[in-house]
C-alpha cells in the first residue's frame, strides 16, 4: 500500500510529539555526558501503537556552531584539534572544523557563537546568520545544534588557542572560501556541521555579502 506522494515537493511529518508515549525514564549514567534508557512506542504509518520497546538516549545538551568568514577578503577561519570520538581513523584523529560550543542554562544561541569564536579562534564577530539547525544523530542522540556564519573579524590565523581548564589545544587557520571548498571535494574535513556550513556558504556567500554590504551602507 502506498502511503505518501510518489514525488516529495514539500516535507511535513505525518506524526507530532503527542504520538510518542514515554513510560518510563532511567538514568544509566551521568559523567562528561549522560545516558537515559527511555520505555517507550509510538503510532505507526499502517495505524495503531508499536510494541512498546526501550531504547537508551545520549543526552549531551544543544551545541552552537559558527563559521567565521570575512565577506571583504573572502576568507573563513576554520579550527584543528584533537577529537577523541575520530580515535577510530587510521589516518588521524585530529579534525580540521568550525567553531562550535554546548549552550549552558540560560545562555542565547549569540553569546555562546561570540564567546566560543574568541575561546577557540581568537577573533570576534560580529553579525550572525542563521543557516541551519538539524539533530546529528537523532537515532541515538537528543543533541540540536544551530548554525551560524559569524562576520569575522580581528583573526589570528597561526595561533594556538583554547582553555586550559578543558584541555583544548587548538591551532586557527584562515584560508580563502574557494579553498576550504577544494578541501570539502577532496574529503579532508570530515565532520557533518563543518561540512553543512561551507555548502551552506558555497551556495549563499554571494547573498550574504551582498545583505551585509547593503545594511551597512556599502
Known amino acids: 500500500m502506498v502511503y505518501g506522494a510518489a514525488i516529495l515537493t514539500a516535507y511535513r511529518p505525518r506524526f507530532g510529539a503527542e504520538d510518542v508515549e514515554v513510560t518510563d525514564r532511567e538514568a544509566s549514567f551521568n559523567g562528561f555526558f ?12 499502517e495505524g495503531g501503537w508499536s510494541q512498546r520497546f ?26 584543528e584539534q584533537f577529537r577523541v570520538g575520530a580515535i577510530r581513523d587510521n589516518d588521524s584523529p585530529w579534525m580540521l572544523e568550525l567553531v562550535a560550543g ?3 542554562m540560560g545562555e542565547s544561541d549569540a553569546l555562546v557563537a561570540h ?7 581568537g577573533c570576534r564577530v560580529n553579525r550572525l546568520e542563521p543557516i541551519a539547525t538539524f539533530y546529528p544523530s537523532a537515532g541515538a542522540c537528543s543533541e540540536q545544534i544551530r548554525l551560524f556564519i559569524g562576520e569575522a573579524t580581528a583573526t589570528r590565523p597561526g595561533t594556538v588557542q583554547g582553555l586550559e581548564s ?7 587557520h584562515q584560508m580563502p ?19 553543512i556550513a561551507l ?14 554590504a547593503s545594511a551597512s551602507g556599502v
Open 102 to 104: 554546548i549552550v549552558e
Open 166 to 172: 578543558e584541555h583544548e589545544d587548538i591551532l586557527v
Open 115 to 121: 564567546r566560543e569564536a574568541e575561546e577557540e579562534a
Open 199 to 212: 555548502q551552506w556558504l558555497a551556495r549563499h556567500g554571494d547573498r550574504l555579502k551582498a545583505k551585509w
Open 54 to 79: 526501550r531504547r537508551e538516549l545520549f543526552q549531551r545538551g544543544d551545541a552552537v556552531g559558527v563559521l567565521p568568514w570575512d565577506p571583504v577578503s573572502d576568507e573563513v577561519v576554520l579550527i
Open 177 to 195: 572560501r574557494d579553498a576550504a571548498l577544494t578541501m570539502l571535494d577532496r574529503n579532508e574535513i570530515n565532520n557533518g556541521h563543518t561540512l
Open 34 to 45: 549522560a545516558v537515559e534508557t527511555l520505555s517507550l512506542r509510538h503510532r505507526l504509518f
